[in-house]
């Protein structure tokens, strides 16, 4: 015996609906309660002072007289600047340490990927110059540099330098000895992220790879190297963005000496912010800075496929 299922009414279709609405729309307002502290401050210190910034990228102001149009005339000032552009070169040149750092991450992701007997001291120990205080960082790697330092010793012992000198003293090693301290610090940084994706990775597919007769690399290249691709995305655009903020090791270790070797174009940003008070010079660079980040994301969408992985 079968029973026929009872007919709701209309009347109480409407209660149902009205109830159900309700209770979604106080689960609603629950969450964005939870959510307000978070979107206060997210609009106090992130979205207000873009908003101003680009609203002073096209104003004369000091600080102390209010803001005055101008226009274009900070961007023009800007492009007149010889010293704007050495330190949108130095910071372009910084890009280079993106593969780098991507490289060696991948590298010592797989290294402590192993099952191995101490393994977790190793992946601590790469992750502490993460934690650590860039000002404390500048200030060991300055000393390390210095003449008749450490590093100046390993090299001269292997031959690679002929004469003592300290690398940050050196127009033509500065940039180069601060873009190896920053691949230091950030190693631990991207060893994470890529190891988080190692192990996201199916342990089947590179199993039946192997039954199939690939060689390990063959393994890497075909199985773990696309998969990490979504990864690798987020890896490099972080970055490049940094490698183009890159701020802090200059003001602790160079200030964008010698002779503007180092000098980058969030520094300049700073100088005339901080230093000459042209608040409208330092926001239009730094409107520069925001474009440029933006085209050299598209292009690491592009060369990561977007982060897909192939089916």
Not at 94 to 123: E, H, K, T
Request: hydrophobic letters at 50%.
């Amino acid at each position: 015996m079968t029973s026929t299922p009872r007919r709701v009414s209309r009347r109480e279709q409407h209660k149902q609906g009205a109830a159900g609405a309700k209770v979604s729309w106080r689960n609603t307002m629950i969450a964005y309660a939870f959510m307000l502290p978070f979107l206060v401050l997210l609009v106090i210190f992130h979205t207000w002072p873009v908003i101003f910034g680009t609203y002073l990228a096209f104003n004369d102001y000091n600080i102390i007289s209010p803001p005055k149009w101008v226009g274009l005339a900070n961007f023009k000032e800007l492009f007149a600047d010889e010293q704007f552009w050495s330190g949108l070169r130095n910071s372009l040149k910084y890009i280079l340490v993106v593969p780098v750092i991507q490289v060696v991450s991948i590298l010592v992701a797989l290294l402590v990927n192993r099952p191995l007997r101490g393994i977790g001291f190793f992946r601590t120990a790469y992750y502490v110059p993460v934690v650590t205080s860039f000002a404390v960082v500048g200030l060991i790697w300055t000393w390390m540099y210095q003449q008749s330092g450490p590093v100046n010793a390993v090299l001269m012992a292997l031959g690679l330098m002929k004469e003592d000198h300290s690398l940050l003293n050196n127009p033509a090693t500065a940039l180069l000895a601060v873009m190896f301290v920053t691949l230091w610090k950030g190693i631990g940084y991207y060893m994470v992220l890529y190891l988080a994706g190692l192990q996201s990775i199916s342990p089947e597919l590179e199993e039946a790879a192997v039954i199939d007769g690939a060689t390990r690399p063959q393994v890497f290249w075909n199985i773990t190297l696309p998969s990490l691709r979504p990864t690798i995305l987020v890896c490099s655009l972080l970055s490049t963005i940094s490698a183009i903020k890159v701020f802090e090791e200059i003001v602790v270790m160079t200030q964008g000496g010698p002779a503007g070797s180092t000098y980058s174009v969030l520094f300049y940003s700073y100088s005339r912010a901080f230093q000459d008070f042209k608040y409208g010079l330092a926001a239009a660079s730094s409107i520069i800075v925001a474009i440029i980040s933006i085209l050299f994301g598209i292009i690491n969408f592009r060369l990561t496929r977007g982060g897909k992985v192939d089916a």
